[in-house]
């Protein structure tokens, strides 16, 4: 899967990992994503000041903190947004009852961005298979058909928004080979840090517990690497899973739990 692009978690930077991984090359810097955070701040602030500069309203405005962006690099949903329409895309969200009300099958779309709290991963269709392209997995995740309504079942069931990308795609490598060719994943790609959490012992000073879907595992994380720590406690959790076959188990488990589900869910 060499031809897959897929970049990994730096800091915070999960907004452009997300686009970059989606449009499948290194398209936006976090300069250009905070270029249209400063963008949205400033029309945010023209609209505030059209009710007088002098309003408590106003003042009040001016002394937040931007919410499309933070030093640690978050960008928000308005940012993403306004990124992928200089490209012509649009999001839908998946989420909505009016969109699950169309009952589409989620294999004929294109793509998903996935958000939970401010962390965002993109999974994508590349020729006619479907990969979890998350910056916190050390490589690209084969997504089968079968499976795919059922993954994002389960996000949905975890917390997390999901959103539809409608509209084309850049052209990439990696789509025009998968036209052509299938690819077979034997190993599911890890999360970062997990090869080193699995191989170091107790005697470390920095060992905990980190909890993924992929497991619970006793290890070792790089105390000074806070942002990826924090990017790395917001992935998804609670289910030990070793082949697709128990995904499949659970995920239909989950799906008995609420209507939402049985909305996302088709034959």
């Known amino acids: 899967m060499e031809a897959i692009f897929h970049e990994k978690q730096e800091g915070s930077l999960c907004a ?4 970059n991984n989606l449009l499948q090359g290194e398209y936006f810097t976090p300069v250009d994503l905070s270029s249209i955070a ?47 329409g200089v490209w012509g895309l649009e999001l839908i969200l998946f989420n909505s009852r009016e969109y699950q009300r169309l009952m589409i099958n989620p294999v004929n779309e294109k793509a998903f961005i996935c958000n939970y709290k401010e962390h965002w991963f993109t999974v994508r269709k590349l020729g006619h298979q479907w990969f979890n392209l998350n910056s916190l997995l050390t490589g690209p995740e084969l997504i089968s058909d079968t499976y795919l309504a059922l993954f994002l079942a389960q996000l949905q069931q975890e917390g997390y928004s999901i959103f ?27 999360l970062i840090g997990e090869d080193e959490a699995q ?3 107790p005697r470390n000073m920095g060992q905990h517990v980190v909890e993924t879907r992929y497991g619970v595992q006793d290890g070792v994380i790089n105390e000074d690497d806070d942002e990826l720590k924090k990017a790395l406690a917001l992935s998804r959790q609670d289910i030990d899973v070793e082949d697709e076959e128990a995904d499949l188990r659970r995920a239909i488990q989950l799906s008995m739990q609420g209507d939402v589900v049985k909305h996302v869910i088709t034959q």
């Open 16 to 19: 452009q990992h997300c686009l």
């Open 38 to 84: 400063q963008q949205l701040d400033e029309e945010e602030r023209m609209r505030m000041a059209e009710g007088g500069v002098q309003s408590e309203e106003y003042r009040t405005f001016l002394e937040q903190p931007s919410g499309n962006m933070d030093d640690s690099g978050f960008f928000s949903i308005q940012v993403i947004s306004n990124a992928l």
């Open 164 to 190: 539809v990308i409608r509209g084309n795609l850049p052209e990439c490598e990696a789509d025009q080979l998968l036209q052509i060719m299938r690819v077979e994943q034997h190993h599911r790609p890890k």
């Open 199 to 201: 191989t170091s012992g």
